[in-house]
């Protein structure tokens, strides 16, 4: 992916609305950790597609779906749509 976080930024400034994953378990927690600290601070939203809890974990075989959007009903209809 290589470069969430500037995507997550380009969400947290209101550039673009969101990204994600469409629910192929491709990031790691490093891919998320940016946005799980500035895109929330700036209103929006960064889960998990399934609904997994987003963990600081230095385990990096660990993967998510993750879905980053500049508000949290926007995060939740889209992982709606992707999970169908």
């Given amino acids: 992916m290589g470069a969430d976080a500037g995507r ?3 969400v947290a400034e ?5 990204f994600a ?4 378990d491709t990031h790691r927690i490093v891919d998320l950790a940016a946005a799980m600290l500035t895109v929330p601070a700036a209103g929006g939203a960064v889960l998990d597609v399934h609904g997994r809890p987003l963990e600081l ?4 075989t ?3 779906s993750g879905v980053v959007a500049a508000t949290p009903q926007l995060a939740e209809e889209l992982a709606a749509a992707i999970a169908g």
């Fill in 8 to 10: 997550a930024g380009l």
């Fill in 14 to 18: 209101g550039s673009v609305d969101a």
């Fill in 21 to 24: 994953d469409a629910g192929s």
């Fill in 57 to 60: 974990d230095p385990d990096l």
């Fill in 62 to 64: 660990r993967r998510w």
